[in-house]
């Protein structure tokens, strides 16, 4: 798997705080990517997001939680009946 995600994120005691720490964190991110030519596509820019799903995983402020689609996923696939829907169900489960 090639993770191509950049995520960049603000701490404070409140949400003004936060926001600055975020923003200046992203300057500090652009000002070294331009440092080392690395370019990002603006069609994917998304700021000052409240919650990512990012690897398998919904990133927000009070917790980390597995992937809504994912869990379904696993929750839906058929009971394994025999030795090789077992193969097949932990394949499966380990690509999520």
């Known amino acids: 798997m ?3 995600d950049t995520l960049v994120f603000g701490v404070g005691s409140s949400i003004e705080e936060t926001i ?4 200046n964190n992203l300057e500090n991110l652009l000002k070294r990517a331009r440092q080392q ?3 990002f596509n603006r069609d994917k820019l ?11 995983h919904v990133l927000s402020p009070k917790q980390l939680s597995p992937d809504p689609s ?5 929750i839906l696939m058929p009971r ?9 169900f932990l394949r ?3 690509m999520l």
Request: charge should be positive.
């Open 20 to 23: 600055k720490d975020h923003d």
């Open 92 to 94: 499966a489960t380990a």
């Open 80 to 88: 394994p009946s025999d030795k090789a829907s077992v193969q097949r």
């Open 2 to 4: 090639i993770a191509d």
């Open 37 to 39: 030519n690395l370019k």
């Open 70 to 74: 994912k869990v379904e996923a696993v």
């Open 46 to 56: 998304c700021l000052r997001m409240s919650s990512v799903l990012y690897m398998g």
